[in-house]
């Protein structure tokens, strides 16, 4: 069974902080992905990661950066949390192929105050 | 800018009826749509998809139809249950690239009454 699994469930933090969430996964996938959800406006995605080291800018790119120095690890920091960064995020893997299937974690809740 | 667009955002029926949920996206270049189901307090699972060379795939009390003229697909739960109670996602993608991302909808809360 693939499992991915992220750093905490839920986060309280204050704005200006820089906020740190981490998802690894243990199946050996070579993508992975950070999104956020919201109520109305489904998942949206920050950044995802196809290699070590490499990363790719999703659809809200701003406000977030994103690390991947080991192949399971996966990070998203948000340099300097806002209020409106208040939200649900997401991680998932895939593994390569024609049709890729996304496996997520339980997600992170996160309230900046 | 939403690509694939879902509705209704919320649907409530009774046990036994079947709940629709209607998706329409826009770039054709599209040829991979998967619903993802999601309980509370976990992430989103596959949970069936579809390729555009079939009009229709059943797995169990699920079925996907697919309409490439109209560029809308939709999920159907045949014989609902309580326990498809969860918020339902369809979402869309360019197959056969690596890392290929997927285009998500806004999402629908099903709520089935027993």
């Known amino acids: 069974d693939v499992k991915v699994t992220q750093s905490s469930r839920y986060l309280v933090k204050r704005t200006g902080e820089k906020v740190f969430l981490e998802c690894v996964q243990d199946?050996?996938?070579?993508?992975m992905f950070w999104y956020r959800q919201d109520p109305g406006l489904g998942l949206r995605l920050i950044y995802f990661s196809y290699d070590v080291k490499m990363k790719e800018k999703g659809d809200i790119p701003e406000g977030y950066s994103v690390s991947r120095e080991k192949k399971e690890r996966f990070s998203l920091i948000l340099e300097s949390a806002s209020t409106n960064q208040t939200s649900m995020y997401l991680c998932a893997s895939s593994e390569n192929g024609w049709v890729e299937t996304q496996y997520f974690g339980p997600g992170t809740r996160l309230l900046v105050l | 800018q939403q690509q694939v667009k879902q509705s209704p955002q919320s649907l409530i029926v009774q046990k036994g009826g079947i709940p629709i949920i209607n998706c329409a996206y826009e770039n054709t270049a599209f040829d991979y749509f998967p619903w993802y189901q999601q309980f509370p307090g976990k992430g989103p699972a596959l949970l069936i998809a579809i390729r555009p060379d079939v009009s229709e795939k059943k797995e169990g009390r699920f079925t996907i139809s697919f309409n490439k003229s109209a560029k809308q697909f939709s999920l159907h739960i045949m014989d609902s249950q309580p326990g498809d109670s969860a918020t339902y996602f369809c979402?869309?993608?360019?197959?056969?690239?690596?890392?290929?991302?997927?285009?998500f909808g806004e999402g629908t809360q099903l709520t089935v009454n027993p």
């Open positions: 199946m050996d996938h070579e993508n």
């Open positions: 979402a869309a993608s360019m197959s056969g690239t690596s890392g290929s991302r997927l285009t």
